[in-house]
């Protein structure tokens, strides 16, 4: 079974191989410095992972998956462009290197490069993997829709903010890797096991990132942290800190999210209430209840245990990671 550091391997290889030195240069350019930042590949590695329970190469499905990895590099560059964030990765964001209609329009262009290689799908597979994924990338952009709404709100309830990460995050990696079991020779009873694994898998990740946003470390998370905070964004904290602060902790929330201040000033603050209020306890728990759905649903797959141990260990990491 192929490892995912092995994986990462091959598919940072193919994208170093894909055509993004066309012209004109203003367009290919940000789109070739996104694709090469590198990145944890989560999508494509799952993806090639479920393709890899069935089949010993992953060679054939390489092209669709790194459609899976140019649309959520689309998205991310279209969000950092939103969110007016000045770090992707350790690095500038590509609006503030190259300008916000540069950065709309290679996002444009990824988009459409993205169906290029998920249209190299094996043809017997094509229009199914076509209807998955398109019904994935709708959701993400209905999932960025809710977020964008949750920020002129100040009451969003964690069922709301379960279903906005379901959209925003989880279901391309549930796509991800339902394509992958299907186009291994998997059952649709199975790609659908794995699709829930996907489900619970990335409402996970993304309450992870929550929590690395305020606790993480800048220089192993590759962004600044408090981000969120700063820019009033519904996190799990956040809601979890609103549910459970008595009257004067609410006042004293409301009022640094309706303040006008120095950054460092609100973050220091608002992570004070966290602490008072101990949400990081709750926020991990419910990491940890994801979790245990998650494998779960990919116990219930017919396939040998011992085929699936890289998928357990992959998920572990994304669940309890650093960065």
Same mark, same amino acid.
């Given at each position: ?78 969000? &950092? ?49 076509? &209807? ?63 699709? &829930? ?127």
């Amino acid at each position: 079974m192929f490892t995912p550091s092995r994986l990462i391997d091959q598919i940072d290889k193919h994208i170093s191989l894909l055509p993004f030195d066309e012209t004109p240069c203003g367009l290919y350019e940000p789109i070739r410095y996104v694709m090469r930042l590198g990145g944890k590949r989560i999508r494509p590695v799952l993806m090639l992972m479920a393709y890899n329970l069935y089949q010993d190469s992953v060679e054939e499905i390489l092209d669709p998956a790194i459609g899976l990895e140019i649309y959520h590099n689309f998205t991310l560059l279209h969000d &950092d462009l939103m969110d007016r964030a000045d770090k992707r990765r350790g690095k500038d964001t590509v609006h503030r290197v190259w300008g916000e209609n540069t950065a709309i329009l290679s996002g444009d262009a990824m988009l459409i490069l993205a169906y290029r290689y998920i249209a190299m799908a094996p043809a017997e597979h094509l229009k199914e993997m076509l &209807d998955v994924f398109t019904r994935a990338a709708l959701e993400v952009c209905e999932g960025q829709q809710y977020d964008l709404e949750f920020e002129s709100r100040i009451q969003v309830s964690e069922e709301e903010y379960e279903n906005m990460i379901r959209l925003k995050t989880a279901v391309l990696l549930a796509a991800g890797l339902y394509m992958g079991t299907l186009l291994g020779g998997g059952s649709r009873q199975d790609a659908g096991r794995m699709y &829930d694994f996907g489900i619970y898998t990335g409402i996970a990740f993304q309450l992870k990132d929550d929590l690395l946003d305020v606790y993480g470390d800048p220089e192993v998370f590759g962004k600044n942290i408090g981000g969120d905070i700063v820019c009033n964004k519904k996190t799990y904290l956040l809601i979890k800190a609103l549910e459970k602060a008595d009257s004067f902790q609410r006042e004293t929330l409301l009022y640094w999210m309706q303040k006008e201040c120095d950054p460092k000033l609100k973050i220091e603050a608002v992570t004070q209430l966290y602490n008072e209020l101990q949400v990081r306890k709750l926020c991990e728990e419910r990491i940890d209840a994801l979790y245990q759905e998650a494998i779960s649903c990919l116990e219930k797959v017919a396939v040998a245990s011992e085929r699936k141990e890289e998928l357990r260990r992959v998920v572990q990491q994304l669940m309890y990671r650093e960065l």
